[in-house]
């Protein structure tokens, strides 16, 4: 389980950053940084963990705890299925946390980022391999950025129905494969990405 033991040796204000969204087939990459000025109760500490071991109601009731609290400031920042495209996925999802670092209301003395590829932070970057799972500032941006990019693919899932984002928000499942070659790709799909490529290629073939 996380815990507060990396944001107490660090002392001052510690940001934990995660982003999620590397991997579908569409849609926004999407960071967020959480700090925890005055630390973590341990009714909201008993709530937080690595994103996708929780269930889609863990994290909500996590997301929602975080939110009432009043004790997290949260950064959100993402990167457009066209910047993914322009400046590919990696660096798009470090610029992603960049915004996210730049949208708490103050800059923290140190980032503690999930992963082992450190954005260009204007503070001190600390890579934590599997921070999700260590650090409770961690944990709780990845939560903030699951829920908040799933409730992003369920609204574009409204405006381009057909391709399933309700519930795959936009990983390649079975189903979005196939809506895929049914539907075509939208302006939401990553060209580069996968099946979007290889259909786009056929249809390119087919002309």
Not at 20 to 30: E, T, W, Y
Not at 96 to 121: E, I, K, S, T, Y
Not at 142 to 160: C, H, N, T, Y
Request: hydrophobic share 50%.
């Amino acid at each position: 389980m996380p815990n507060f033991a990396l944001e107490k040796k660090a002392g001052g204000r510690v940001a934990g950053v995660d982003e999620v969204g590397r991997g579908p087939l569409a849609g926004p990459v999407l960071a967020a940084a959480v700090v925890f000025p005055k630390g973590v109760p341990r009714r909201l500490a008993r709530l937080l963990d690595d994103s996708k071991k929780l269930t889609a109601e863990e994290r909500l009731a996590a997301f929602v705890a975080l939110r009432a609290s009043g004790l997290a400031e949260i950064g959100v920042g993402a990167a457009s299925v066209a910047e993914i495209g322009r400046l590919n996925i990696l660096h798009a999802a470090m610029l992603a946390m960049c915004r996210a670092v730049a949208r708490l209301p103050a800059a923290p003395d140190l980032a503690l980022v999930d992963g082992n590829r450190p954005p260009a932070l204007l503070c001190p970057v600390q890579c934590v391999v599997g921070g999700d799972g260590i650090s409770l500032s961690i944990a709780a941006a990845s939560i903030v950025a699951k829920v908040l990019r799933d409730r992003a693919m369920v609204r574009l899932a409204l405006r381009f129905p057909g391709y399933g984002w309700e519930t795959n928000v936009g990983y390649a499942t079975p189903y979005h494969r196939d809506a895929l070659l049914r539907l075509g790709p939208s302006r939401h799909h990553r060209p580069d990405f996968g099946s979007v490529r290889q259909l786009i290629l056929a249809l390119d073939a087919a002309d």
